[in-house]
Nanobody, 131 residues
Framework: QVELVESGGGLVQPGESLRLSCVASRFELEHYALGWFRQAPGKEREGLSCISKTDEAINYAESVKGRFTIARDNAKNTLYLQMNNLKPEDTAVYYC????????????????????????WGQGTQVAVSS
């Protein structure tokens, strides 16, 4: 059974950075589109960004543009999310997911609608931003 395992979350102060990792097992992530998502307490899960098979990166959430960067390392079978200048409103559980197709959802997709387009999910990692 395929598996995605996130790590790298934690408690940080506003303005600090974190890098989340998502390790894939029993499949090669280089062939598929992968995404990062988050869910804050009491809110719907939202899509943040996606990276396609050809390494095209698409951002869906205006609130993280210019601060969060998605990347992959095919040799390590790992997806990353570099998060800079973190804010208290970034506090959430962060998830990675795979879409069993090489392509990301369209760039004009709404962040909450993107969630339905990914099929296999990790268990999530908690990020808390507080002073």
């Amino acid at each position: 059974q395929v598996e995605l395992v996130e790590s790298g979350g934690g408690l940080v102060q506003p303005g600090e950075s974190l890098r989340l990792s998502c390790v894939a097992s029993r499949f090669e992530l280089e062939h598929y589109a992968l995404g990062w998502f988050r869910q804050a307490p009491g809110k719907e899960r939202e899509g943040l960004s996606c990276i396609s098979k050809t390494d095209e990166a698409i951002n869906y959430a205006e609130s993280v543009k210019g601060r969060f960067t998605i990347a992959r390392d095919n040799a390590k079978n790992t997806l990353y999310l570099q998060m800079n200048n973190l804010k208290p409103e970034d506090t959430a559980v962060y998830y990675c997911a795979v879409r069993w197709t090489p392509h990301c959802p369209a760039s004009n997709s709404r962040p909450h609608a993107v969630v339905r387009l990914f099929e296999t999910w990790g268990q999530g990692t908690q990020v808390a931003v507080s002073s």
